[in-house]
């Protein structure tokens, strides 16, 4: 079925939702931090949806005492699902599967698998938030020899499973389920998983419960403390709201993590660093200036001269975008050595 078929089909039930208004999409704010508790909190900034244009305002506070980011006030898990809704699957997949099976992706994840490879050799490895499993696939091929069972949300996992990028697929919340695999695997791992939860406390001691004595998890991150997100402000793609609820401080997680009964033996940001802050930023920026893209939760489809006009625009701007993009590419050597890098990697043992 064509997009404008697809989006036309979707139009009615958006626009029933919308019609309640966004304010229920949000739990009450806080008034302290959901990492440490303390009450010195400052507004970052105020933002919207970045990427996909539904409705809405999100605000970023920061924890003056811990460093601690958050999303204040919160979705609620009706929220959660509003804004997750066709991203990750309906009319996002195909975007969504793309951009994980891209080259530049797999080099990343091959990256991440040898990173643990030089601390163990696991014989069973849970991806936690796999979506399609892409990570397991190319891990193989670092590990032929360990088993990659996948977990997430949505029926993405299953899809991995059918497709043989992972063994065995959990459905669900990993708080929930952690209980059932309790010692079951050498290795855990969250890629860019951490920050979309309500409470990353929890998913670390899940992490904990998941693995055997001797296990490790390995976790990937934005960094709250990038200079580019400084630099960047609310255009910095890391912050990617509204689905970031929590950006965790380096320091911070380390020190959560030998609380919970880890020793820390990496925690690095240079191999962490993902090379497209700048050509992001780029097109958030001009992406403002053009005229509305069609998609559902728009009351209407836009007219013909604006689907030209927005049509001309975007293929005008490529070559520009492209010399960003390569600009990012070479800047990547120097910025991933200094605190400019936008993410970071630690990997910890579990004791015992």
């Known amino acids: 079925m064509p997009d ?38 400052r507004r970052k900034f105020r933002t919207t949806d970045l990427i996909q244009g539904k409705p809405g305002h999100f605000v970023l506070d920061e924890c003056r005492g811990c460093g601690h980011v958050f999303q204040n006030p919160r979705l609620s898990q009706e929220g ?25 992706s797999r080099k990343r994840f091959r990256r991440s698998a040898r990173a643990l490879r030089r601390v163990a050799a696991p014989r069973r490895w849970l991806d936690v938030g796999t979506s399609l499993g892409h990570f397991c696939a190319a891990a193989k ?38 209980e059932e695999m309790a010692g079951r695997y050498d290795a855990v791992s969250m890629f860019h998983y951490l ?23 390995l ?9 580019s997100g400084r630099l960047l402000g609310r255009r910095w793609l890391p912050w990617f709201q509204p689905q970031h609820l929590n950006m965790v401080p380096m320091g911070n997680l380390c020190a959560r993590l030998r609380e919970l009964g880890f020793t820390v033996e990496v925690a690095e940001r240079r191999d962490a660093h993902i090379p497209a802050d700048l050509v992001c930023a780029a097109w958030f920026l001009f992406d403002r200036l053009l005229p509305r893209d069609d998609a559902p ?22 070559p520009g975008l492209v010399a960003v993009f390569a600009l990012d590419q070479l ?9 400019f890098s936008n993410a970071y990697r630690v990997i910890a043992r579990r004791d015992g």
């Open 4 to 41: 404008s078929e697809r989006i036309s089909g979707l139009r009615p039930s958006y626009q029933e939702e919308l019609a309640r208004g966004t304010a229920r999409f949000f739990l009450p704010p806080r008034t302290d931090c959901p990492w440490c508790l303390g009450r010195d909190l």
């Open 297 to 318: 939760w728009r009351p209407r489809r836009p007219g013909p001269a604006a689907r030209a006009a927005r049509f001309t625009l975007v293929w005008a701007a490529v």
């Open 219 to 227: 976790i990937e991150v934005p960094d709250p403390e990038s200079l």
């Open 195 to 217: 920050e979309h939860t309500p409470d990353p406390h929890r998913e670390l001691a899940a992490a904990h419960t998941a693995l055997a004595p001797g296990g490790r998890l």
């Open 141 to 178: 091929e670092v590990l032929p020899d360990t088993r990659f069972d996948g977990l997430d949300m949505g029926e993405s996992v299953e899809v991995a499973a059918k497709e043989g990028r992972v063994e065995e697929a959990y459905r669900g919340l990993f708080v929930e389920l952690a």
């Open 331 to 339: 800047l990547n050597p120097l910025l991933r050595r200094t605190r």
């Open 80 to 104: 959660l699902d509003f804004y997750y809704r066709d991203f990750y699957d309906g009319l996002g997949a195909e975007t969504t599967a793309k951009m994980f099976e891209g080259n530049g």
